[in-house]
């Protein structure tokens, strides 16, 4: 075999290891991926009961119902739409109506959200750039020209 093709053989065999490396990665982290959808997004194409989402919008005002121990739950909307989201575990601080948030779960068959995590806005700047961008889609945010941080 010529040097040249013995070149051709080590960049062929790199490609194919890379391609295998980066394929075991995918399908490994293929459970922890979290696809962002506003209320609006959820009504339009519903996800798959065992698909992991983030529900971003605005807490609802009079929405917000304090239940048996930690559970809550409250409606998320980015205006257009609203979902209800079931929620156990103690909330951020700065959780309250009217108030920008992120939470992760998933959506089951009746329309609920079952959130694992909630996220809640650090200060009165601040908005997740998922949310922002959505609500700014619509008219709806009145933040600068971009959230003043990310994550």
Known sequence: MTRK????????VALSVLAVATGLVLFAMRE???FFSSPTDLYAQPAVETQ??????LV?????????????TFGVTDTNATIE???TG???DLFREGQGVVTEGYLSPDGTF???????????NYMPAEVA?????????QGGEGPASDY
């Open 85 to 87: 989201v079931a929620y």
């Open 114 to 124: 079952y959130a694992d995590t909630v996220l809640a806005r650090h200060d009165e």
């Open 133 to 141: 961008e959505s609500l700014r889609a619509q008219g709806v945010w």
């Open 90 to 92: 103690i909330l951020p």
């Open 60 to 72: 609802a005002e009079g929405t917000v119902v304090r239940g048996v121990g930690d559970t809550v």
């Open 5 to 12: 093709g013995q070149r051709f053989l080590l960049i062929g």
């Open 32 to 34: 922890s991926i979290a």
């Open 52 to 57: 992991r989402i983030r529900l971003g919008g």
